[in-house]
């Protein structure tokens, strides 16, 4: 059963066109996170949710911002999408902060593979 | 500023033999460390991950083992499997945040 589901799998986008990637969770957990991966390279937090607490990494460019309407949903917007944002979108989940207890994991969604034309 | 690397980029294993995949950080002051498995099409899955507290820590079927003297994680993969083909990333966690720095990754091929 999908635990972290990412809706669309697979998103084309024109240059500059705004564009939405959802990711919905079943495991009522607190934390949300987006990470970026590009070809090859290892993923990258953009930012995470603790419940409706924004943290943004220092580096995650402007255009990229992030809804939490509630604990189930988080939205990732890229607002002005360049040839440079196509990669892959991970979308995460842990009970609380990983790394707080011993019980935490940080679950992963399968991904939106995101092409900018 | 933090980093994480890897010694070997790719390897490759006979099935059964064990696997040791290698991991070098920087930051001697960061306190967690996770190994996560990235099967091909999917997102990363965390394996085993291990405080800055202890020197070795045990699942089933891997042992991540911590060397913080040179700064040094390794992912112990007992009886390779198959199934185990996939990109291994070692990632360190910042002190006090929450952003896991990821190393570049390790490709794991299994061979018959």
């Known amino acids: 059963d999908a635990m972290v589901i990412q809706n669309p799998r697979y998103q084309v986008t024109q240059f500059g066109k705004p564009v939405t990637l959802s990711c919905s969770q079943t495991?009522?957990?607190?934390?949300m996170y987006w990470y970026q991966q590009k070809s090859s390279q290892a993923p990258k937090l953009l930012f995470h949710?603790?419940?409706?607490?924004?943290?943004n990494e220092a580096d995650t460019p402007d255009n990229f911002q992030s809804r939490r309407p509630n604990t189930s949903f988080c939205f990732l917007d890229i607002r002005s999408p360049g040839l440079g944002d196509a990669a892959m979108y991970l979308c995460?989940?842990?009970?609380?902060?990983?790394?707080?207890?011993?019980?935490?994991?940080?679950?992963f969604g399968p991904g939106t593979r995101l092409t900018v034309l | 500023g933090e980093s994480v690397g890897l010694h070997l980029p790719t390897l490759s294993v006979q099935e059964g033999d064990n696997s040791i995949i290698n991991c070098a950080y920087s930051n001697s002051a960061s306190d967690y460390f996770i190994w996560y498995k990235q099967e091909s099409g999917k997102g990363p899955q965390f394996i085993i991950d291990i405080r800055s507290n202890m020197d070795k820590r045990q699942g089933q079927r891997v042992t991540v083992l911590l060397n913080k003297t040179v700064k040094h994680l390794s992912l112990q993969i007992a009886a390779t499997q198959p199934g185990d083909s996939a990109v291994y990333f070692c990632a360190e966690r910042a002190t006090g945040g929450q952003n896991f720095v990821f190393g570049p990754g390790t490709r794991l091929s299994v061979l018959p």
């Open positions: 495991l009522n957990h607190n934390v």
């Open positions: 995460a989940t842990s009970r609380t902060l990983v790394g707080v207890t011993s019980t935490d994991t940080q679950y």
């Open positions: 949710y603790y419940d409706k607490d924004f943290n």
